[in-house]
């Protein structure tokens, strides 16, 4: 196996490299891997990078298996996750050093994320992906959630100021508090691949295959990365002091206890899905954001080998 670790040195708030190359580079040497470290020079390299690889290892003789790290957040997992996609000898792995890294959240044992030597020993699992698409954009992947509505303004905001706060999740929280002072309710309707169809002004809607997003907040609580669903949780466009009072509990993911909840959130699994914009929406995939419209979202099962660290 080749280990190959893609570095984001624009990722977080201190550089990956400074925060995990020389524990990659002596631990590589000591347990005597064949590795090789990409630092990433711009959006799309990761991806780009990854895909190139894969498809010269495709073409080669020997075949053996392509193991990627990526070292920065979501943005840079969802850039390797992207590349490798498709090819049967490809790994994929996330060390976390962006802002959010709210995909490791999904595992219990989070520190084994962090320690390299456990990383390199990791077994890969299958996890689902989430196809994502128009007839005018092709299709891509997301891993972990997908965002519509209050996030993305959040997201925008957020990344403006995150550079000046201490935690991902504090910079998250004034976020959320600057774009919901701001945000109007996003008209949209989806459709569910059951015949259900959601129409009206949202506050907020996520797509998810994992369970957080935003630096912890567990929108998806029923999320399991390999479940061969989708979860869609969609927040009507209720009052601010509402939302307030229900962030908590939408935080650690026990929203769904609170009494009559199903009169401003659905919460629906799917498989395929349908959203339909009045307008142009901003949509936050994996923390990066876009610009879309009319966009269908599919699980593919089992879609990926993903290393999980040795516990
Ligand atoms: N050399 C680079 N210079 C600037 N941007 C880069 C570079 N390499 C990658 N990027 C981009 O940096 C963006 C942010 O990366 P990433 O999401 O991993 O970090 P983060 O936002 O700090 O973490 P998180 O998403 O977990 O909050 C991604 O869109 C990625 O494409």
């Not at 907020?204 to 998806?220: D, E, M, P």
Request: proline letters at 3%; one cysteine or more.
């Amino acid at each position: 196996m080749k280990h190959i670790f893609i570095l984001n040195p624009a990722a977080g708030k201190k550089q990956a490299s400074t925060l995990f190359l020389p524990q990659i580079i002596k631990t590589a040497k000591s347990m005597e891997i064949d590795y090789e470290i990409h630092r990433t020079v711009g959006i799309g390299d990761g991806e780009h990078f990854v895909r190139s690889r894969c498809e010269a290892e495709a073409e080669s003789d020997k075949k053996s298996i392509l193991r990627f790290y990526a070292c920065g957040g979501d943005g840079t997992f969802n850039e390797v996750v992207n590349g490798a996609f498709g090819f049967e000898n490809a790994e994929v792995a996330m060390i976390p050093a962006g802002t959010g890294n709210d995909f490791v959240r999904n595992f219990d044992d989070h520190d084994a994320f962090y320690d390299i030597k456990r990383q390199i020993l990791g077994k890969a699992v299958k996890v689902d992906l989430i196809r994502y698409g128009n007839r005018i954009t092709p299709a891509k992947y997301g891993i972990n959630m997908f965002n519509i509505g209050l996030d993305s303004e959040v997201v925008e905001k957020t990344a403006s100021i995150k550079k000046f706060l201490i935690s991902g999740s504090f910079s998250y929280a004034l976020g959320v508090g600057i774009a919901f002072m701001q945000k109007e309710g996003t008209i949209l309707s989806i459709d569910f691949d059951d015949g259900v169809k959601y129409e009206g002004e949202v506050l907020l809607v996520s797509i998810a295959n994992g369970g957080y997003y935003g630096g912890g907040f567990k929108a998806a609580p029923y999320a399991r990365l390999d479940d061969g669903f989708m979860d869609v949780s969609i927040v009507k466009n209720i009052s601010r002091s509402t939302f307030l009072k229900l962030i908590g509990k939408y935080r650690n993911g026990t929203y769904l206890e609170v009494p009559n909840i199903e009169k401003i959130i659905t919460y629906k699994r799917c498989k395929h899905l349908k959203i339909t914009p009045k307008s142009e929406m901003k949509l936050c995939t994996d923390g990066e954001l876009s610009l879309t419209g009319n966009t269908t979202f599919e699980i593919i099962p089992q879609a990926l080998n993903f290393s999980v660290p040795i516990s």
